[in-house]
């Protein structure tokens, strides 16, 4: 009963969306219809996520390196993070505190697929290292695509208001996927009303959290009546309820900028 109240909750939401959808149509400005999809996608992440991870819209992603992550549409990021902003809150972000990427496309192809699934790898291969050590406590790592992490990866996921045949945007995927290591690879990818695509195990048919070396490619068509929000929803919850990150550094970001000069001692 608790399942079927659930779904058809997210049913009720899977049709506003789709309304809202509908209606960011009538917006004759590109960027204004796709800030505008953002945001929808952005409002259903704030409902389902984990209370400790924040989704958030207009934001860079820097490293201690230099990096600077490409544009992306939502990141979600540690609510610890310090609230870094510039002018019309756009805020900035240090790599160390983010969880995960989404990209959101009006309608996913090829050209669209490969734009998206480039900007997840850029971000993920983008170094976490500025964190305070914890003394006297058992490290913690993350297992993730293929490795054994001291951090928690960087997540990439797609979610498109319409595409391609899936099928065909799931050759694509593999296409891009094909000469890459796993730690590449976008986690998932959901298309409004069609399904989703995401890695699991040919021989037992479980999907995983995340791609690992050897995972085959599953197509999963939608419920008409749930479309992708269920399943979106748990995927999310699995996704990033154990999410975690050890006390951010922000001495390694200040480099060799002048932090003040000593100016005298006093010594007992």
């Given at each position: 009963?608790?399942?079927?109240?659930?779904?058809?909750?997210?049913?009720?939401?899977?049709?506003?969306?789709?309304?809202?959808?509908?209606?960011?149509?009538?917006?004759?400005?590109?960027?204004?219809?796709?800030?505008?999809?953002?945001?929808?996608?952005?409002?259903?992440?704030?409902?389902?996520?984990?209370?400790?991870?924040?989704?958030?819209?207009?934001?860079?992603?820097?490293?201690?390196?230099?990096?600077?992550?490409?544009?992306?549409?939502?990141?979600?990021?540690d609510r610890g993070t310090p609230p870094f902003t510039s002018l019309q809150g756009f805020r900035i972000i240090p790599n160390e505190c983010v969880y995960g990427m989404i990209e959101v496309k009006t309608k996913l192809d090829g050209a669209q697929l490969a734009d998206a699934c480039n900007k997840i790898s850029k971000l993920r291969r983008m170094p976490k290292s500025a964190y305070r050590p914890i003394s006297g406590v058992i490290s913690r790592t993350t297992k993730a695509y293929g490795a054994t992490h001291n951090h928690f990866p960087t997540s990439g996921m797609i979610v498109a208001f319409n595409s391609l045949n899936l099928e065909t945007v799931g050759g694509h995927l593999m296409d891009w996927c094909r000469t890459r290591h796993p730690s590449e690879w976008p986690d998932s990818v959901w298309v409004v009303g069609k399904g989703h695509l995401q890695w699991g195990d040919s021989r037992t048919g479980a999907l995983f959290r995340s791609p690992v070396p050897g995972a085959s490619l599953f197509q999963v068509d939608a419920d008409p009546d749930q479309d992708i929000l269920l399943p979106l929803a748990i995927h999310l919850n699995i996704h990033f309820s154990d999410a975690w990150m050890n006390p951010l550094d922000l001495l390694p970001y200040a480099g060799a900028t002048p932090l003040g000069t000593y100016a005298r001692t006093w010594t007992i």
């Amino acid at each position: 009963m608790t399942a079927e109240k659930l779904g058809k909750i997210l049913s009720s939401v899977a049709k506003r969306m789709h309304a809202d959808f509908e209606q960011s149509q009538a917006f004759q400005h590109n960027g204004e219809a796709g800030t505008s999809r953002e945001v929808l996608i952005q409002q259903f992440l704030s409902g389902y996520l984990p209370a400790h991870v924040e989704a958030v819209h207009n934001a860079e992603v820097i490293a201690v390196n230099g990096d600077v992550s490409p544009q992306s549409d939502i990141i979600l990021i540690d609510r610890g993070t310090p609230p870094f902003t510039s002018l019309q809150g756009f805020r900035i972000i240090p790599n160390e505190c983010v969880y995960g990427m989404i990209e959101v496309k009006t309608k996913l192809d090829g050209a669209q697929l490969a734009d998206a699934c480039n900007k997840i790898s850029k971000l993920r291969r983008m170094p976490k290292s500025a964190y305070r050590p914890i003394s006297g406590v058992i490290s913690r790592t993350t297992k993730a695509y293929g490795a054994t992490h001291n951090h928690f990866p960087t997540s990439g996921m797609i979610v498109a208001f319409n595409s391609l045949n899936l099928e065909t945007v799931g050759g694509h995927l593999m296409d891009w996927c094909r000469t890459r290591h796993p730690s590449e690879w976008p986690d998932s990818v959901w298309v409004v009303g069609k399904g989703h695509l995401q890695w699991g195990d040919s021989r037992t048919g479980a999907l995983f959290r995340s791609p690992v070396p050897g995972a085959s490619l599953f197509q999963v068509d939608a419920d008409p009546d749930q479309d992708i929000l269920l399943p979106l929803a748990i995927h999310l919850n699995i996704h990033f309820s154990d999410a975690w990150m050890n006390p951010l550094d922000l001495l390694p970001y200040a480099g060799a900028t002048p932090l003040g000069t000593y100016a005298r001692t006093w010594t007992i």
